[in-house]
């Protein structure tokens, strides 16, 4: 029988803090892969991610609902990648000003993440769905159980985040096609 994290959680609350190694091994890929698509990098989604799971670790008396424990960590991981995004911003701006020259442009994502790129700019409902789905290899069943909602809702999502998937992939091909003319 597999735990749930409601019951990880509340082990880790009694006492039992090692427990949070099964919350850790159970996310830990899909939170890397989100982080990834965020930051366009593996070694910031890496530190990030650990950043994300440190916090989780520290801040897990306030989580209100621990059924809804990986929704909390990809909150916590969104605004982790928020300050990484701010802190390299203000890194490259002091270097412009030190080199006294126009700010170069943020280097482009590789193809290896450009499809996560796609994904983290989805709207929040259908990113947790398609994390779940395909990094969390969670079925459609599961992923509606998880989430507490209709089966019917979760595949129409995945339906409807798959054509915006494909939509953004598309427009970053033309985009790049473009600037190789």
């Not at 880790?12 to 803090?17: K, V, Y």
């Not at 366009?40 to 990030?48: I, V």
Request: some cysteine; charged content about 30%.
């Amino acid at each position: 029988m597999s735990e749930t994290d409601q019951y990880y959680v509340e082990r880790c609350l009694d006492g039992h803090p090692d427990d949070f190694r099964y919350l850790v091994r159970r996310y830990q890929g899909v939170l890397l892969a989100h982080l990834a698509g965020k930051l366009g990098n593996k070694d910031k989604a890496e530190e990030a991610a650990q950043e994300s799971l440190v916090r989780a670790y520290f801040k897990m008396d306030s989580l209100e609902k621990p059924d809804l424990f990986f929704s909390w960590l990809l909150g916590i991981a969104d605004r982790v990648a928020k300050e990484h995004q701010r802190q390299e911003q203000v890194r490259r701006q002091r270097e412009a000003i030190r080199s006294f020259s126009e700010e170069t442009p943020s280097p482009e994502f590789s193809q290896d993440y450009a499809l996560e790129a796609a994904i983290a700019e989805l709207p929040e409902a259908y990113r947790q769905i398609i994390l779940l789905r395909y990094y969390g290899h969670h079925s459609c069943n599961q992923i509606a159980e998880k989430l507490d909602m209709p089966l019917g809702t979760v595949t129409k999502t995945l339906s409807r985040a798959y054509s915006m998937l494909r939509q953004s992939l598309q427009q970053q091909h033309n985009e790049s096609c473009e600037v190789q003319k």
